[in-house]
């Protein structure tokens, strides 16, 4: 009878195209141990929101511990102060200021048992204030494009300037 030996085989290795753009900027160390989402358009909104930077870092480390929409993230104000380096109280006040801006909701959870627990952070309010805010910034992309795209033709910067003095689109 035959003896069958059978060797282990890693996982494939991604290539460079397959690693995901985070991947690629930090290294698969750093990747390794996750990542958060934060979408853009927060942070070139921000001031727009009112946010302070205080308010954003809290919201960022939020969204850090927000892995399933169905599950809002619960931390306890001591890991979130810890993490920041800043007071619990500093947490507290800045969480009541985002509460009252309708960004934030904070819901107060008891254990299985009946212990109160950390809060629950619903950051619905947030999300739909992005959303609304999207139209906005799509006009701005598409500025931007146009610009960029006038930017990469040098014959289209002149006609768009003819055709801006003459007022008439460019039409004769």
Do not use: C
């Not at 853009?40 to 954003?56: K, M, S």
């Not at 107060?108 to 999300?127: A, C, E, F, M």
Request: charged content about 30%.
């Amino acid at each position: 009878m035959a003896k069958t030996t059978t060797t282990r085989t890693s996982k494939p290795r991604k290539t460079a195209l397959e690693k995901s753009s985070t991947e690629r900027i930090f290294g698969p160390k750093v990747y390794s141990h996750g990542y958060t989402g934060v979408p853009n358009i927060l942070l070139r909104a921000q001031n727009r929101l009112g946010i302070t930077p205080t308010q954003l870092t809290i919201i960022i480390q939020l969204l850090g511990y927000y892995y399933d929409p169905l599950r809002p993230p619960f931390p306890t104000k001591r890991d979130l102060a810890k993490r920041i380096g800043i007071t619990e109280q500093t947490i507290r006040i800045n969480i009541k200021a985002l509460e009252e801006a309708g960004l934030v909701t904070r819901e107060q959870w008891k254990t299985s048992v009946g212990d109160y627990g950390p809060n629950r952070y619903h950051l619905t309010g947030l999300i739909n204030k992005l959303k609304k805010l999207e139209p906005d910034f799509e006009e701005e992309r598409r500025e931007r494009e146009e610009a960029r795209a006038l930017t990469e033709t040098p014959r289209a910067r002149a006609s768009a300037r003819v055709k801006k003095v003459r007022g008439d689109g460019g039409t004769k």
